[in-house]
C-alpha cells in the first residue's frame, strides 16, 4: 500500500489523475495538496470525498510549514506533482506567480522530500509532471522533441517549467531523490478550465459568440486524451527508471484552426438548424512569442513501458465535447465563478 501527496489534485489533470488512482489502486491513500487557486476546483472530485482512502488539505506547495508537517505525520512515499501555474496567456500577463509556484514550490516539495526520505527511499518515489514546452518550439519539418532535445523554453510559464525539472534533475544527481519526471503534450478531456483552446472554443459556440484565433490559427499543437496522459503517469510511477524524464503525446497534430472547424464541425451536426458555426471564427492578435509548433516522440514510453495512447482523437474529441454539453452546469459554475462560493465558506476562518 502507498501512501501518495497528488499536488494540484483539485485541476484538469490532477483530478483526473486522482480518479484514475482510486479506479485502479483502491487499497493506496490519497492526500490531495491544492491551493484551489481560480483553476482548482473541488466539484472535479464530487463523489470522492467519501472513499475512505482520500484526504483533501487547502494548502499552498510553497508552505515549507505545511509540506513539512504532511511528509511527516502522513508518512508519503509517493509524490505526483502536478500543482502549477499552467496557463501561459497567464503567464504573459503575470510572471510572478510562475516563479512562485512552478519554482519555488517545485523547491519546496524536493526538500520536503529530500528530508523525510533521507534514511528510507528504497519504495519511494517522486514524480514531476512537466511540459514539452520546455523544448521550446519545432519548424514545420523538424523531428519531434525527443528526451535529449535541448531545453529552449519561450515564455515565463515554460521557463517556470524548466527550472522545476532542472530542479528535479539535480536532486537526483546531487542527493540520490527517486525522481521521475514526464513531460507531456497538449491534454484534453473533461474538468478543463474553460479557458483553454478546446473548451473555450466548444462553449463560445454553443453561446454563439466570437471564436478567438492567435495570429493566423496555423500554431501545431500534438494533442492527447488526459485519461491516456494519466495512464501514462501511472507507468512511469511503477517502472519508470530513476532520474530517467519521459515524453508523453499523442503523435496527433493539429493546426489550431483545424482544431478550432473541427469543434465547428461537431456543434454544426448537433444542431443543424443554427447557422454554421465556423462563421463566428473570428482572427485575433497573435500570442507574444507563440510557439509554432510542438510535436512529441513517444517512442520512450512505447519501447521501455509499453504505453501508448488508446483514445483516437476522433473518439476523444467526440467524448469531450458531449462531456461539456452533458456538463453546462459545472462550466457554467466554472464562469460565473460560483464553484468558489463553497470553497470561501468552506475555508473562511483558515
Ligand atoms: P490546472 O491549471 O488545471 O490545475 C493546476 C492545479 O494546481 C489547480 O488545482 C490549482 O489550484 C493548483 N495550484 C496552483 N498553484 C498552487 C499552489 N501554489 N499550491 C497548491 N496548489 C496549487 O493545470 P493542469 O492543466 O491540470 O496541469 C497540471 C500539470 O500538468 C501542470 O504542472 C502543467 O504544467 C502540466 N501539464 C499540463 C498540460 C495541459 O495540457 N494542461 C500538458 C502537459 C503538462
Ligand atoms: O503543450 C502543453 C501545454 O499545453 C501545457 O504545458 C499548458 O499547461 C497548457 O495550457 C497547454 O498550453 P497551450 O498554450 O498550448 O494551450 P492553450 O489551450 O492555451 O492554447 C492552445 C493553442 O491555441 C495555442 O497555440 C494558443 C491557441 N489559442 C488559445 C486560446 C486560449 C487560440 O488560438 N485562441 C485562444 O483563445
Known amino acids: 500500500m502507498k501512501t501518495l501527496l497528488i499536488t494540484g489534485g483539485a485541476g484538469f489533470i490532477g483530478s483526473n489523475f486522482v480518479h484514475h488512482w482510486i479506479k485502479h489502486h483502491p487499497e493506496d491513500r490519497i492526500i490531495n495538496l491544492d491551493a484551489l487557486t481560480y483553476a482548482g476546483n473541488l466539484e472535479n472530485l464530487a463523489g470522492i470525498e467519501e472513499s475512505e482512502n482520500y484526504h483533501f488539505v487547502h494548502g499552498d506547495i510553497c508552505d515549507a510549514a505545511l509540506v513539512n508537517k504532511l511528509f511527516d505525520?502522513?508518512?508519503?512515499?509517493?509524490?505526483?506533482?502536478?500543482?502549477?501555474?499552467?496557463?501561459?496567456?497567464?503567464?504573459?500577463?503575470?510572471?510572478?506567480?510562475?516563479?512562485?509556484?512552478?519554482?519555488?514550490?517545485?523547491?519546496?516539495?524536493?526538500?520536503?522530500?529530500?528530508?523525510?526520505?533521507?534514511?528510507?527511499?528504497?519504495?519511494?518515489?517522486?514524480?514531476?509532471?512537466?511540459?514539452?514546452?520546455?523544448?521550446?518550439?519545432?519548424?514545420?519539418?523538424?523531428?519531434?522533441?525527443?528526451?535529449?532535445?535541448?531545453?529552449?523554453?519561450?515564455?515565463p510559464y515554460s521557463a517556470s517549467k524548466a527550472s522545476s525539472d532542472h530542479l528535479v534533475r539535480a536532486y537526483f544527481h546531487t542527493y540520490g531523490l527517486p525522481v521521475v519526471t514526464t513531460n507531456c503534450s497538449n491534454n484534453y478531456g473533461p474538468y478543463q478550465f474553460p479557458e483553454k483552446l478546446i473548451p473555450l472554443v466548444f462553449i463560445n459556440a454553443?453561446?454563439?459568440?466570437?471564436?478567438?484565433?492567435?495570429?493566423?490559427?496555423?500554431?501545431?499543437?500534438?494533442?492527447?486524451?488526459v485519461a491516456d496522459h494519466c495512464r501514462g503517469i501511472?507507468?512511469?510511477?511503477?517502472?519508470?527508471?530513476?532520474?530517467?524524464?519521459?515524453?508523453?503525446?499523442?503523435?496527433?497534430?493539429?493546426?489550431?484552426?483545424?482544431?478550432?472547424?473541427?469543434?465547428?464541425?461537431?456543434?454544426?451536426?448537433?444542431?443543424?438548424?443554427?447557422?454554421?458555426?465556423?462563421?463566428?471564427?473570428?482572427?485575433?492578435?497573435?500570442?507574444?512569442?507563440?510557439?509554432?509548433?510542438?510535436?512529441?516522440?513517444?517512442?520512450?514510453?512505447?519501447?521501455?513501458?509499453?504505453?501508448?495512447?488508446?483514445?483516437?482523437?476522433?473518439?476523444?474529441?467526440k467524448q469531450t465535447l458531449n462531456w461539456y454539453l452533458e456538463n453546462q452546469t459545472w462550466w457554467e459554475r466554472v464562469r460565473d465563478g460560483e464553484y468558489r462560493k463553497f470553497i470561501e465558506q468552506q475555508y473562511s476562518t483558515l
Open 73 to 155: 505525520k502522513e508518512n508519503i512515499d509517493t509524490v505526483v506533482h502536478f500543482a502549477a501555474e499552467s496557463h501561459v496567456d497567464r503567464s504573459i500577463t503575470g510572471p510572478e506567480a510562475f516563479i512562485k509556484t512552478n519554482v519555488h514550490g517545485t523547491f519546496t516539495l524536493l526538500e520536503a522530500a529530500r528530508k523525510t526520505w533521507a534514511n528510507d527511499d528504497t519504495r519511494c518515489r517522486f514524480l514531476h509532471v512537466s511540459t514539452d514546452e520546455v523544448y521550446g518550439t519545432l519548424e514545420a519539418d523538424d523531428p519531434a522533441f525527443t528526451e535529449t532535445t535541448p531545453f529552449a523554453p519561450n515564455s
Open 234 to 317: 501511472d507507468a512511469v510511477l511503477q517502472h519508470g527508471r530513476l532520474g530517467e524524464t519521459y515524453n508523453i503525446g499523442g503523435c496527433n497534430e493539429w493546426a489550431n484552426i483545424d482544431i478550432v472547424k473541427l469543434i465547428c464541425r461537431h456543434l454544426d451536426e448537433l444542431r443543424p438548424g443554427d447557422k454554421p458555426k465556423a462563421e463566428l471564427i473570428t482572427y485575433v492578435t497573435d500570442r507574444p512569442g507563440h510557439d509554432r509548433r510542438y510535436a512529441i516522440d513517444a517512442s520512450k514510453m512505447l519501447n521501455e513501458l509499453g504505453w501508448k495512447p488508446e483514445y483516437t482523437f476522433e473518439t476523444g474529441i
Open 206 to 225: 454553443l453561446e454563439n459568440k466570437p471564436l478567438p484565433v492567435y495570429g493566423d490559427g496555423q500554431q501545431i499543437r500534438d494533442w492527447l486524451h
